[in-house]
């Protein structure tokens, strides 16, 4: 903008033939081109320099308008734009991992809290008249209420043995096609000999005949 700024001064500045009031000081022009930047009134700025004479003032205009707004002030925007993302995605992952510490330390109070009342229940367990440690679980089962947390570990809902599923059901359509395109060679292989048996067997049928 200092640049255009000395441009714009030496080149429409002039106090007799040019615009003083926007051109004829350094402050003015700074000022001029803060508008063109800002693309507000840019158009009664160039008729302005049109009206008297300047017409090769548009290709400075034009120039300017296209570095100024276009260009840098647009960059400008676009990197404020992509730090607020920045800061939002670290915002988002801080309160991710804030939540995942809490939910682990929920858990482990729960665990903690079943491991001492299934201890409770092993210590009470001879007190009590049920002979088998099931039953005194499923006793316990019938006392808990639908807002008590329970923490399991079961086999069939861990990620790994999804995975490990997922995986195996892959290998075994794998084997099944390849045992298809086995069974399909087999089959055509069977075809064939069969036709050449029954080629065979008439070329034979018709020799016979032929000689008798």
Not at 17 to 25: E, I, L, R
Not at 74 to 92: A, D, L, P, R, Y
Not at 146 to 153: G, K, N, P, R
Request: hydrophobic fraction near 40%.
């Amino acid at each position: 903008m200092f640049v255009f700024a000395i441009m714009g001064y030496y080149f429409f500045g002039d106090p007799e033939t040019g615009d003083p009031d926007n051109w004829g000081d350094l402050g003015s022009a700074l000022f001029t081109l803060f508008s063109l930047v800002t693309v507000d009134g840019w158009t009664d700025l160039q008729s302005k320099l049109d009206v008297l004479g300047f017409t090769s003032s548009r290709i400075f205009t034009i120039v300017f308008i296209l570095l100024g707004y276009f260009i840098f002030f647009n960059m400008f925007i676009g990197v404020v734009i992509m730090e607020i993302q920045h800061s939002t995605k670290c915002f988002e992952k801080e309160l991710q991992t804030e939540r995942e510490i809490t939910l682990a330390q929920k858990k482990q109070e729960i665990i903690k809290k079943q491991q001492q009342e299934v201890r409770q229940l092993i210590q009470n367990q001879t007190t009590n008249d049920l002979n088998k440690f099931s039953e005194l679980v499923e006793r316990f089962r019938k006392t808990l209420r639908h807002s008590d947390y329970l923490v399991t570990d079961d086999l069939y809902t861990s990620l790994s043995f999804i995975d490990i599923y997922l995986t195996s059901l892959d290998h075994q359509d794998n084997t099944l096609q390849r045992l298809q395109q086995l069974y399909f060679e087999t089959a055509c292989t069977l075809s064939h000999i069969l036709e050449d048996d029954l080629t065979e067997g008439k070329t034979q049928k018709e020799s016979r005949s032929a000689s008798l």
